[in-house]
């Protein structure tokens, strides 16, 4: 009797539990139905908080965690999502929606094999799931995109990239690690302001992320803003001290605003020849930095240009817009080397481009300085012909005149063929009209300032060398040449 009444004791204590129990139940399940209202509702951060009170009344409720994954996966909470996937499969390695829970988790998070794995067992389960099915498609279109990516990384195909990480983007939202490689891309193509959006919005949600500090580093560098890039850097280091992008980065960095600013020094200074070498160590360091190479290039192109090297300078700023064709300096440097070289109708392209990005009135008169000289150009270059400077004096004029037109005078040539007596009589009239303009000094100013000459009564089809010779050498009788033997003459004054 005592043994059984000791069993009844034993019994009656348990009831108490099993009713406690069964009301936790109910008032879990309760709290379970208030989720799903809320989740219904689309209002996530409510039913988040009913699903939370479910698990702590039945802690043991696989389904209870699946609801509250789901509810977090719809706030984006992929990461938190997964821990409750995880636990609610540990505790029901038959709940299916709980393998499907994980592996949407897992690839949303990038993870594509663990998601396999998660479709593949909700599978064995329910071989016919037909969202198990597509999900383990994506995943497995996930792995090959990533398996593109790094193959066309490794061949700096970034746009190639680019376009893999974003369809692989589609599948996994929330992956950082694609986002990252897509920014990287970005920075590489020069799309800086997308590059530092992505990196920017990882930065938001994870401060301490040296990938995505690494990026915005590596924008700032591209875009020359180099000591604010080593900072990034810098912290980048801190954050991950074996991050090797962002070492070499950092170190490119620091050598290229080294090496650009003692370029500088030696150019202020007026040590071109150090200085084109600085430059030209300078452009060595990184081939992928554009924007602060075309400005090496243009540098140089100035220190050519004041060593006198033209053709070099013209070079090494064709380099710089090739590199950045809104890059109005290395426009403005060409153009006057292209002036310099007298290659106007180059330096009228290079001015209208200028003009045409910055309307000034600077840019518009560098403008119609180079039309003036491309027209001048296009006419008779009576300096030249005459073998004086432009800067000649009338004595000078007149020696020069007196020189070519004695050596250019038909009588001079009389034996000569005809095809030679041809050239040597349009010689002299060059000579002579080159003669007429430039020793008067109303029609010199007129030439020179690149104005029509036949207007005004200058019309220079009307003038006669021959006239024009007399009246140097004073007149008719004045001279004549005198054959001193086969082929030579020698002018004689009466």
């Known amino acids: ?69 789901a509810t977090l996966m719809m706030l984006g909470k992929f990461r938190e999502a997964l821990g409750d996937a995880q636990q609610s499969v540990r505790l029901d390695d038959s709940f299916v929606r709980g393998h499907l829970r994980e592996g949407k988790c897992h690839l949303s998070l990038g993870n594509a094999m663990a998601a396999c794995r998660s479709y593949q067992r909700a599978l064995e389960l329910d071989h016919k799931n037909a969202q198990a099915q597509q ?8 792995m090959e995109y990533e398996k593109i990516a790094e193959t066309d990384f490794e061949k700096r195909d970034f746009r190639k990239v680019v376009f893999c990480m974003d369809r692989a983007l589609e599948f996994a939202p929330a992956c950082h690690r694609f986002k990252i490689l897509k920014a990287e891309c970005l920075a590489m193509l020069g799309r800086y302001p997308e590059a530092q ?10 401060s301490t992320n040296a990938d995505a500090l690494y990026v915005r580093g590596l924008c700032l560098y591209y875009e020359d803003c180099i000591e604010k890039a080593v900072q990034f850097f810098v912290q980048a280091l801190r954050m991950a001290p074996d991050h090797e992008k962002a070492c070499v980065a ?41 924007k602060t190479n075309a400005k090496l290039y243009c540098n140089r192109g100035t220190v050519n240009s004041k060593l006198r090297k033209l053709d070099d300078a013209i070079e090494d700023c064709t380099q710089a817009v090739k590199l950045d064709d809104t890059y109005i300096k290395a426009y403005l440097r060409r153009a006057q080397c292209y002036m310099d070289t007298e290659q106007y109708e180059e330096a009228v ?17 560098l403008l119609k300085n180079a039309q003036l000289e491309l027209k001048k150009s296009k006419r008779k270059d009576y300096y030249k012909i005459l073998g004086v400077d432009k800067n000649a004096s009338e004595d000078e004029i007149k020696k020069a005149y007196r020189k070519r037109a004695l ?36 029609k010199k100013t007129r030439y020179d300032s690149g104005q029509d000459l036949d207007e005004e009564g200058m019309n220079m089809g009307d003038f006669d060398a021959n006239n024009i010779f007399k009246a140097f050498f004073g007149g008719p009788g004045g001279f004549s040449f005198e054959a001193s033997g086969p082929g030579n003459f020698f002018f004689q004054f009466g």
């Not at 392209?349 to 008169?365: A, G, L, P, S, W």
């Open 1 to 69: 009797m005592a043994a059984a009444a000791e069993c009844d004791v034993v019994m009656a204590a348990t009831e108490p539990e099993l009713l406690e129990d069964e009301e936790a139940k109910r008032e879990a399940e309760s709290f379970k139905e208030q989720g799903n209202a809320y989740y219904a509702k689309k209002d996530y951060n409510e039913a988040y908080n009913y699903y939370t009170k479910a698990i702590d009344m039945c802690p043991k409720n696989a389904s209870y965690y699946g609801n509250r994954a």
């Open 135 to 142: 999900e383990f498609k994506n995943a497995n279109a996930v």
């Open 197 to 206: 959006s992505v990196a920017s919005d990882i930065l938001r949600m994870d």
């Open 250 to 290: 950092c170190r490119n960095a620091k050598a290229l605003k080294a090496k650009k600013e003692d370029g500088n020094k030696a150019f202020k200074e007026g040590n071109y020849k150090l200085a084109y070498e600085l430059y030209t160590e300078a452009l060595g360091i990184d081939p992928n930095n554009i």
């Open 349 to 365: 392209r290079d001015y209208e481009k200028v003009y045409q990005t910055e309307k000034t009135k600077e840019h518009k008169q």
């Open 407 to 442: 050596m250019h005078h038909p009588d001079r040539h009389s034996g000569a063929s005809a095809e030679v007596q041809k050239e040597e009589e349009k010689k002299f009239k060059e000579v002579g009209e080159a003669f007429t303009i430039l020793s008067d000094p109303k």
